[in-house]
């Protein structure tokens, strides 16, 4: 099958990588803007790095997931500060921000310009400005993608903005940095890194090289995901889980997504909701509605085989059923204190409006097979 693999231009991996940003972006700019998360003390060892190359920096702080004003507040301080290169580092947010300032930047103009969704739509007039992606999180694998997720608040909804260009062109993961990492941020990624591996595996768009990252990365969060909750001083745990969201950043990256994430946007745009734990609690049920949907509707397909893979590899059981694979992650999630929907404020009469916003989605285009209004509403309610 005819297939296309696009990733960062050059992905570095390991303990105490993180001291080699400053050589690495001396390489790609000369005057640094530096977007970091609310805890300022994450981006103090590529600061260190980039001082004693000599690159003048300025800080840009996110707060919380960014949205479309943020990315113009980065815009807005880049240019004024003539910065030529963008370094993410921390969680999904702070990365997300820095790859849509870094293509803002080289794009201005009105944003609405180039936003799925909410915009237009449209591609990139120029390539976005070089950018250096560093997790400090091991869930989002938005280092190696090629999208930046933002809210759209009067929209009350986060949609991408999205371009080849924007996939960074330096990836550097230092699983070292997610070591301090609280258990609930630990387990939010984790969950997300785990959904992340599953969906582009089963979707319509798998390819064989995609599917090596997703195996991969599923194993290695199944095997971890709970001990490193359990004990994270677990160097090797943390190690499977860095690697677990590389891998699953690379394969949605060029395999798309699912329902799953189909519908993590609209509810983090509609409720203050962890996007990993909105993933997780809506896993296990978008597994069952989807092995239903295809076993009566698309009995043949190759996607059925694939979910008895993922219940195989996820229980670590030759035997396991499609069935076993569903209540291994619903038993993960309840034993990670995934909380309910209904628990951010969301009622049955919102339901409608999710779906509504879900079914148009990027990623609702890689489920397996295109489920029913009716059954997206009935995947909400069970996530209730």
């Given at each position: 099958?005819?297939?296309?693999?696009?990733?960062?231009?050059?992905?570095?991996?390991?303990?105490?990588?993180?001291?080699?940003?400053?050589?690495?972006?001396?390489?790609?700019?000369?005057?640094?803007?530096?977007?970091?998360?609310?805890?300022?003390?994450?981006?103090?060892?590529?600061?260190?790095?980039?001082?004693?190359?000599?690159?003048?920096?300025?800080?840009?702080?996110?707060?919380?997931?960014?949205?479309?004003?943020?990315?113009?507040?980065?815009?807005?301080?880049?240019?004024?500060?003539?910065?030529?290169?963008?370094?993410?580092?921390?969680?999904?947010?702070?990365?997300?921000?820095?790859?849509?300032?870094?293509?803002?930047?080289?794009?201005?103009?009105?944003?609405?310009?180039?936003?799925?969704?909410?915009?237009?739509?449209?591609?990139?007039r120029q390539p976005a400005?070089?950018?250096?992606?560093?997790?400090?999180?091991?869930?989002?694998?938005?280092?190696?993608?090629?999208?930046?997720?933002?809210?759209?608040p009067e929209q009350r909804?986060?949609?991408?903005?999205?371009?080849?260009?924007?996939?960074?062109?330096?990836?550097?993961?230092?699983?070292?940095?997610?070591?301090?990492?609280?258990?609930?941020?630990?387990?939010?990624?984790?969950?997300?890194?785990?959904?992340?591996?599953?969906?582009?595996?089963?979707?319509?768009?798998?390819?064989?090289?995609?599917?090596?990252?997703?195996?991969?990365?599923?194993?290695?969060?199944?095997?971890?995901?709970?001990?490193?909750?359990?004990?994270?001083?677990?160097?090797?745990?943390?190690?499977?889980?860095?690697?677990?969201?590389?891998?699953?950043?690379?394969?949605?990256?060029?395999?798309?997504?699912?329902?799953?994430?189909?519908?993590?946007?609209?509810?983090?745009?509609?409720?203050?909701?962890?996007?990993?734990?909105?993933?997780?609690?809506?896993?296990?049920?978008?597994?069952?509605?989807?092995?239903?949907?295809?076993?009566?509707?698309?009995?043949?397909?190759?996607?059925?085989?694939?979910?008895?893979?993922?219940?195989?590899?996820?229980?670590?059981?030759?035997?396991?059923?499609?069935?076993?694979?569903?209540?291994?992650?619903?038993?993960?999630?309840?034993?990670?204190?995934?909380?309910?929907?209904?628990?951010?404020?969301?009622?049955?009469?919102?339901?409608?409006?999710?779906?509504?916003?879900?079914?148009?989605?990027?990623?609702?285009?890689?489920?397996?097979?295109?489920?029913?209004?009716?059954?997206?509403?009935?995947?909400?309610?069970?996530?209730?």
């Amino acid at each position: 099958m005819p297939f296309e693999f696009a990733t960062a231009g050059r992905i570095l991996f390991g303990e105490g990588v993180i001291h080699r940003v400053g050589s690495l972006a001396a390489e790609l700019g000369t005057r640094v803007l530096l977007v970091g998360g609310s805890n300022a003390a994450r981006g103090e060892p590529a600061r260190i790095s980039l001082a004693a190359q000599g690159l003048p920096l300025s800080d840009f702080s996110v707060s919380g997931e960014p949205s479309v004003e943020t990315a113009l507040q980065g815009v807005q301080q880049a240019r004024a500060f003539g910065a030529d290169l963008v370094i993410g580092i921390g969680g999904g947010s702070p990365i997300d921000a820095a790859k849509a300032i870094a293509a803002l930047l080289a794009n201005p103009g009105d944003p609405f310009e180039f936003l799925e969704v909410v915009g237009r739509g449209r591609p990139l007039r120029q390539p976005a400005l070089p950018t250096i992606a560093i997790p400090t999180t091991a869930g989002t694998g938005a280092e190696v993608t090629r999208n930046a997720v933002l809210a759209a608040p009067e929209q009350r909804v986060k949609v991408s903005l999205r371009h080849a260009s924007m996939l960074p062109d330096i990836a550097l993961v230092d699983p070292q940095l997610t070591y301090d990492m609280p258990r609930a941020v630990t387990a939010s990624t984790g969950l997300d890194a785990l959904t992340q591996c599953l969906e582009p595996f089963v979707s319509h768009l798998a390819t064989p090289l995609t599917d090596g990252f997703c195996r991969e990365g599923m194993a290695r969060a199944a095997r971890s995901l709970r001990q490193v909750c359990a004990d994270g001083s677990d160097s090797d745990a943390r190690r499977d889980l860095a690697l677990a969201s590389l891998c699953g950043g690379l394969a949605l990256a060029n395999a798309k997504l699912g329902a799953v994430h189909g519908f993590a946007g609209p509810v983090g745009g509609m409720f203050e909701a962890p996007h990993g734990a909105v993933c997780a609690r809506l896993l296990p049920h978008v597994m069952e509605a989807n092995v239903r949907a295809l076993q009566e509707r698309e009995p043949h397909s190759p996607a059925i085989a694939r979910y008895q893979e993922v219940a195989t590899i996820l229980t670590g059981h030759r035997d396991a059923t499609l069935a076993d694979g569903v209540a291994w992650v619903q038993q993960l999630g309840e034993q990670l204190s995934v909380p309910g929907f209904a628990s951010y404020g969301m009622q049955q009469s919102d339901l409608e409006q999710i779906v509504a916003k879900a079914m148009p989605s990027s990623s609702m285009q890689g489920n397996p097979i295109a489920l029913t209004e009716a059954e997206l509403i009935q995947v909400l309610e069970r996530a209730l």
